[in-house]
């Protein structure tokens, strides 16, 4: 009588759907990886607690820039996502700079920074805003008169490099920033416990917008650990999006100088993206749905249904993980010998 049971429950068991998840993630597990637990190691940059936490209090300061207001919490809010929720972002004197702030949680992971690229890693990227003119308008040699002006800060940067003799350097700043930015993960999201082999992890809706998203493509440019973020592509390969969209950039042809990079961009990595609106380079789309349909034309071909993008949407909210929790660091106090802030 058991043996009638136990063979009744295995007929049964594919039609309830308990194997269903099998083969879709096992094809899931082709396109995507789920994001480690722990931060990675960083070349170059060893990372130590003194120096992530002398990280975290330059990621927080504003003294950084020229009118001491702007900090890189500014465009890349840990409360929102890591991003700022506007179209481009806002910097020095109310300028508005040309491109929508890119997430800065699970950055680690992306092949390059920026949307074209010109910053191989964090570090790079970490100098580029603080001497912007649109965006911090700061230079490296006040920066460093700024840092050497408290001492808690010069005390911070001997424990985070203690073998460099003059520690307090814009080099240091930067690679300070970068582990800190390193740490910035966002595990255990959802397709990340499917993919682990959690068969409930993903219901029903969120399944069917995984399976839409492999098989129409959309994984090809945004799969990996980061679910994107590891290669350059052309905007528009089936049919250019709306000049409003484009926003007349070239893309990664600004760096290389280069024909064939006109339009390209870094993909961007798709995890946490119900937090990070607007979206595009531009920031000229708010809705999520409606970017899924964008790309679904401009990249693929395809015209796809309300419904189908409705199915990727939800599976796209899956991607959103456990946010990092800083503890908000209180910043050493300005001395006579720290430089004025100039006009906003």
């Known amino acids: 009588m058991k043996k009638i049971v136990v063979l009744l429950v295995l007929c049964l068991l594919p039609s309830l759907g308990v194997f269903a ?189 995984l399976k839409l998203f492999i098989s129409k493509g959309c994984a090809d440019c945004h799969g990996g650990i980061n679910i994107g973020g590891d290669d350059y592509y052309t905007f528009g390969v089936e049919k250019k999006p709306s000049d409003k969209v484009m926003a007349g950039d070239k893309g990664r042809a600004k760096v290389t100088h280069a024909k064939d990079d006109e339009f390209s961009f870094r993909s961007p990595s798709l995890r946490n993206v119900e937090l990070t609106a607007p979206y595009f380079h531009s920031g000229a789309v708010w809705s999520l749905k409606e970017a899924v349909k964008i790309m679904g034309d401009a990249q693929l071909g395809e015209t796809l249904t309300d419904e189908e993008a409705e199915y990727i949407v939800k599976f796209l909210k899956t991607l959103t993980g456990e946010q990092p929790k800083i503890t908000l660091p209180v910043l050493p106090p300005s001395t006579d010998k720290t430089p004025k802030p100039v006009k906003r």
């Open 21 to 209: 998840g099998d083969s879709l993630m096992k094809e899931a597990r082709q396109y995507f990886k789920p994001i480690p637990f722990g931060p990675p190691e960083i070349k170059d940059n060893p990372l130590t607690v003194e120096k992530i936490e002398l990280g975290k209090m330059l990621f927080f300061e504003p003294r950084l820039s020229s009118s001491q207001w702007i900090s890189c919490n500014s465009c890349h809010n840990l409360a929102m996502g890591g991003a700022d929720y506007q179209e481009t972002a806002v910097g020095h004197g109310w300028q508005r700079g040309p491109r929508n702030s890119p997430t800065v949680l699970n950055a680690v992971y992306n092949v390059a920074q920026f949307w074209d690229g010109r910053a191989k890693d964090l570090k790079e990227q970490a100098k580029g805003p603080v001497q912007a003119s649109v965006e911090m308008n700061n230079t490296p040699e006040k920066v460093i008169e700024t840092l050497k002006s408290m001492p808690e800060y010069v005390e911070m940067f001997k424990k985070a490099f203690p073998m460099d003799k003059d520690p307090v350097t814009f080099d240091n700043m930067a690679k300070a920033i970068e582990a800190f930015e390193a740490t910035l993960i966002t595990p255990n999201c959802k397709l990340d416990k499917f993919l682990r082999g959690d068969e409930t992890a993903l219901n029903g809706d969120e399944r069917k917008g």
